[in-house]
């Protein structure tokens, strides 16, 4: 089935550590996002690539980093200088294109908790 | 910026009541939009969406109509079920490129 998968499910990570997490999608999408979830709070973009070896940051970019080398591949990265970064981390992917009406889908999130 | 105001939640309804859940937006230009549904620990999936004036999206019993005069996009259903109870974004499409921009979320209790 087409889809996109986010792994690890949930993820502990100790302060200071750098920590990947992948998203994979085999819906031959070019666009591909990286959103954040705080409970209780909406979804804030971090990073988003619209073409293979290009992204840009979005609102929230300070801490993480990504990478774009296969075009079904997004994994993000969350450094040590992500001040709180414990929350639920969205991957998406859209086709890209100059129409408005693309639909963006969405992965099962995964959660990483800094213990 | 762009921007998207829904209501603030919890709405708590009873099983078969009417449901509205508000939301208005910020834009330049001419956005889409959507509504997405979060049930518990799960990501985000696609309810309805609408790309221009006077569309309807509609899904499962869920209809929203894109009111430009009024920067609108209210989600309705006429009868909940308790198997509704989750979060509701709504969020719209930017033009220049296809970040979506999301409200804060709505979370629906529905008791049987």
């Known amino acids: 089935d087409g889809g996109i998968t986010q792994s690890p499910k949930y993820l502990f990570r100790k302060e200071g550590q750098n920590v990947t997490l992948s998203c994979e999608q085999n819906?031959?999408?070019?666009?591909m996002y990286w959103y954040r979830q705080d409970p209780g709070q909406g979804l804030r973009l971090i990073y988003y690539?619209?073409?293979?070896?290009?992204?840009q940051k979005g609102d929230i970019a300070e801490g993480y980093s990504v990478s774009r080398e296969k075009k079904e591949s997004f994994p993000l990265t969350v450094t040590s200088a992500q001040k709180n970064p414990t929350a639920f981390y969205l991957c998406?992917?859209?086709?890209?294109?100059?129409?408005?009406?693309?639909?963006?889908?969405f992965g099962e999130g995964s959660w990483l908790t800094v213990v | 910026g762009d921007s998207v105001t829904q209501m603030e939640g919890p709405v708590t309804l009873s099983e078969e009541a009417f449901l509205t859940i508000n939301c208005t937006y910020t834009?330049?230009?001419?956005?889409?939009l959507f509504w997405y549904v979060q049930y518990p620990g799960e990501g985000l999936q696609l309810l309805l969406k609408a790309t221009k004036a006077d569309d309807k999206g509609s899904n499962k019993g869920f209809e929203a109509t894109y009111r430009k005069e009024t920067t609108s996009f209210h989600l309705e259903k006429g009868s909940v079920q308790v198997s509704d109870s989750a979060v509701y974004f709504c969020?719209?499409?930017?033009?220049?490129?296809?970040?979506?921009?999301f409200g804060t979320g709505t979370r629906l209790l529905v008791s049987p």
């Open positions: 819906l031959n999408h070019d666009a």
């Open positions: 690539s619209q073409i293979v070896n290009d992204f």
């Open positions: 834009a330049t230009g001419y956005p889409s």
């Open positions: 969020a719209l499409s930017d033009q220049s490129f296809q970040k979506l921009v």
């Open positions: 998406a992917s859209s086709l890209t294109g100059q129409f408005s009406g693309n639909t963006i889908y």
